[in-house]
């Protein structure tokens, strides 16, 4: 089925949508559509060509850099975990990212009363699980089925965390309370997201709307960072006459094309432009960069 769907999706789809003048596929992209304010890529969709698994990585490898190029991927580095340090102001995250330390091994060491270099690659694997999944309002039984354990036993890693973060526990009841008392939640610059069902009856309806009034203002924070750091690049560009080209967004990255012989300056230059953004943030915002003949290599 997996097979099956990268050849019905992508293989035998992305050729057809060659543009005959260009000899390139041009994806669109929509202002309003996610709700949360991220841009929506379609015809083709270009935001979800799979990176996890090895064959849907084959297909990135079919973006190429024409000749006497290379393609430059800049990607932020857990922007909403930063902006979550940020907008809770919780002492332990905070540290943990001014102090440049991998966030998911600090969150490991911390859960469960560990040092860093105690931290195994399997506790790891877990922090990262409990850090995104609290970002996006996960239960104990939605995390309890990520890591393949006990609602127990998750709902203990859960209590752990909050113990260790109490700005993050603190910021969530305040989302929930702010949005069931204005019927909104905001993103940093001021965008509004308004949650009708937040006071739903309906509990299921209910929960959504909650996990939404926690998740909304650290993904529409990120979406608004990366689009202000776009216009921001674009008229960089401009102004230097530089020869690169803005090919792509993919929520937290950013795809160039750039010149074989600049490539590594104008790298370097682009993700220092993208941090720019986040003068604002009480954290540093970083964006890290690879280079590549084609997607795959670049993002790799």
Request: hydrophobic share 40%; aromatic share 6%; charged share 25%.
């Amino acid at each position: 089925r997996g097979v099956a769907k990268l050849k019905n999706t992508y293989t035998d789809k992305l050729p057809e949508l060659i543009n005959p003048r260009t000899g390139r596929v041009h994806t669109s992209y929509h202002q309003a559509v996610a709700a949360t304010g991220r841009l929506s890529s379609s015809d083709p969709n270009l935001q979800n060509i799979p990176v996890r698994s090895e064959e849907g990585r084959k297909i990135r490898q079919a973006f190429l850099a024409p000749k006497g190029k290379k393609i430059v991927a800049c990607d932020y580095s857990q922007i909403e975990l930063r902006i979550m340090a940020h907008l809770s102001g919780d002492k332990g995250l905070t540290d943990a990212f001014e102090k440049g330390l991998d966030i998911h091994r600090a969150t490991a060491a911390e859960v469960w009363g560990k040092t860093l270099e105690e931290v195994s690659d399997n506790d790891r694997r877990n922090a990262k699980a409990i850090n995104f999944g609290l970002i996006y309002g996960i239960s104990a039984f939605g995390l309890a089925r990520n890591l393949n354990i006990g609602r127990d036993e998750a709902q203990s890693h859960m209590n752990a965390f909050f113990t260790r973060y109490p700005g993050v526990k603190d910021y969530m009841e305040r989302c929930k309370a702010g949005a069931k008392e204005q019927g909104y939640v905001e993103t940093l610059a001021g965008r509004r997201l308004y949650l009708p069902d937040i006071g739903a009856r309906n509990q299921q309806a209910r929960q959504y709307a909650e996990r939404t009034a926690i998740n909304a203002p650290l993904q529409g924070t990120a979406a608004d960072l990366i689009k202000q750091a776009m216009i921001d690049i674009d008229r960089w560009l401009q102004g230097q006459d530089a020869p690169a080209k803005m090919i792509m967004q993919v929520h937290d990255e950013l795809v160039f094309e750039v010149p074989d012989a600049q490539a590594q300056t104008l790298a370097k230059a682009l993700a220092e432009r993208m941090e720019a953004v986040g003068q604002g943030l009480s954290v540093p915002l970083i964006a890290e960069f690879g280079i590549g003949a084609n997607w795959d290599e670049a993002h790799g």
